[in-house]
């Protein structure tokens, strides 16, 4: 079984900005291809951004720009740099792993390990 783990939430006003964390451990055999997806209130959960093992990445369009995705290959943990955050980017924040993904990918089902997720507000 794989543990993922995020860390560095919480609060910050608009223009602000947040440094994500997300680490795997336990069974990892090889390296996980990963990614971050959020869920605003109320909504559906949404693909922000994902990174292949070789540091390829993609973004949603509403974050082109403002954050960047980066990994630790050796430590397999992923980081979420979110500058100029907006109020709009408030969610519960999840990173996701796959051993079997060949490409960066936004598409959630494609996942299989999951963390708890961490709180991201965003206040005007």
């Known amino acids: 079984q794989v543990q993922m783990v995020e860390s560095g939430g919480g609060s910050v006003q608009s223009g602000g900005s947040l440094r994500l964390s997300c680490r795997a451990s336990g069974n990892i055999y090889s390296s996980l291809c990963m990614g971050w997806f959020r869920q605003p209130p109320g909504k559906e959960r949404e693909g922000v951004a994902a990174?292949?093992?070789?540091?390829?990445?993609i973004y949603a369009d509403s974050v082109k720009g403002r954050f960047t995705i980066s990994r630790d290959g050796l430590e397999n943990t992923m980081y979420l740099q979110m500058n100029s955050l907006k109020p709009e980017d408030t969610a519960m924040y999840y990173c996701?792993?796959?051993?079997?993904?060949?490409?960066?990918?936004?598409?959630?089902?494609?996942?299989?390990?999951w963390g708890q997720g961490t709180q991201v507000i965003v206040s005007s």
């Open positions: 996701a792993g796959d051993f079997l993904l060949c490409a960066a990918s936004l598409n959630e089902t494609q996942f299989y390990f």
């Open positions: 990174i292949d093992v070789d540091s390829n990445s």
